[in-house]
């Protein structure tokens, strides 16, 4: 079974550029994760969505942030406009129930100069 | 408020020995399920195990095993006879059967010299 699909896996973009991370969950998983992982901030959760409706947006950094779940096998996370503090690798999750383990994407490596 | 507390921030082992990474948690809930995951230079975050809070049995897999203690709120990972490819940060979870939120701690990282 395929796992989850994050692209692109690497983004380098420039200051004030709008940047769209795409992510694809493991089919059946009705959960999906968006975390941020740095050196100083560890993994952070931005948001998540429990059967493509978002259900917590808290940990969501500011306006420039937004997050989508169309249907069921898609999910965006944008930034716009992106600044060099947003360089991070970006992390989609999925699970099949709210108390199973979640499956990681590969994760987005972007920079943002 | 639930928590994961990974005291250890870094550890340093040569290869072959064992080596045991400490995870405690907090939280009033008394249903409750704990991970482990492994985060190897790679990047990636590879899911090791899940725990119910109603089994404290302790789980073998191989050199890994892990010893569940609800007496102290700790869930240890053991790792015997180490080897390099063991070097990775190593991430303890907890969630809760009411929510979706994984609280993650802060990690362990391993480096295991040759």
């Known amino acids: 079974d395929a796992g989850v699909i994050q692209s692109p896996r690497h983004e380098v973009t420039e200051m004030g550029q709008e940047v769209t991370l795409r992510c694809k969950p493991i089919s059946g998983h009705n959960s999906l994760f968006w975390y941020r992982q740095t050196m100083m901030r560890g993994l952070e959760l931005l948001i998540y969505?429990?059967?493509?409706?978002?259900?917590?947006d808290s940990g969501m950094p500011e306006d420039r942030f937004s997050a989508k779940m169309p249907n069921a096998s898609f999910s965006t996370l944008k930034i716009q406009p992106s600044e060099p503090r947003d360089s991070a690798v970006y992390f989609c999750a999925t699970n099949r129930d709210s108390t199973y383990e979640q499956y990681f994407g590969p994760g987005t490596r972007l920079t943002v100069t | 408020a639930q928590k994961v507390t990974q005291a250890q921030t870094e550890i340093s082992v040569v290869e072959k020995e064992d080596v045991t990474l400490d995870c405690v948690y907090e939280t009033r809930d008394t249903t409750y399920y704990l991970f482990w995951y492994k985060q190897p230079p790679s990047g990636e975050l590879v899911f090791l195990i899940r725990?119910?809070?109603?089994?404290?049995q302790n789980e073998i897999s191989g050199r890994y095993s892990w010893n569940f203690q609800k007496s102290t709120s700790s869930f240890n990972f053991t790792i015997t006879a180490s080897q390099v490819v063991d070097s990775a940060v190593y991430f303890c979870a907890l969630t809760l059967n009411t929510g979706n939120q994984f609280y993650f701690g802060t990690g362990t990282s391993l480096t295991v010299i040759p």
């Open positions: 969505f429990n059967n493509n409706v978002p259900i917590d």
């Open positions: 725990r119910n809070s109603f089994d404290e």
